[in-house]
């Protein structure tokens, strides 16, 4: 199985976890990104997931692999789910193990945070005013519709 | 001419009515048929805010097309 994965089904945290179990291993360092009921003053009801998964999961896989050369892991898997997510659901879920925490914190942050810059995955946000809108990717004179990438 | 497949993603699906079409350009760049598929159904993303793919792999704007190619706009990502 890849160590990166875009699931359409809900993700199972206990079988992501299960996958990086290793006797050498004394951190486990997880992050996981929730659907929020707001974002930008606007209260949020649902947000939409869609990726384009080949490239998703190649570029997913090139970023694990960057941070097994960076940081001294043990083991690194993360997963995103495409679709249509309701508020708490878990939309990214990313865990890393190594010898010592410092490295699997460094890690994971490095992880999700290029995750976020380059995977090509686009969310749309349901607002309870019934607009949605696709995040980062309002022009001039739209609504801006989300923050910065 | 050069055949080529587009796939769309996102807000270029929505904005395009489609999932993926066959066509035939005079373009000679991935950034050349962005520009004319963006004149031809008023996308509202400038070509300097979209990626580009080819065969499912990150190609700059320059990236030459060639016959058969299976191409991908990427608009501004938000995963996470």
Redesign the interface.
Known sequence: MKSFAISVEPIDVTACARRLADDRAGALVTFE?WVRNHNDGQQVGSLE????A???E??GERILAEARERFALSGAVAV?RTGHLRIGEL??WVGVTAEHRAAAFDACRYI?DE??????????EHYASGATA????A?RG?HAG?SA? | MTRVNVQYFAILREQRGLMSETLETNAPTVSGLYEELRARHGFTLPGNRVRAAVNDAFVPQSHVLREGDRVVFIPPVAGG
Do not use: D, F, Q
Not at chain 1, 115 to 124: E, G
Not at chain 1, 134 to 137: K, L, R, S, Y
């Open positions: 990104g997931y869609e990726a384009y080949p490239l998703a190649s570029e995103h939309a990214v999700i995750a976020k810059a380059r995977l090509p995955i686009w969310k749309k696709w995040i980062n990717c022009t739209e989300g990438p």
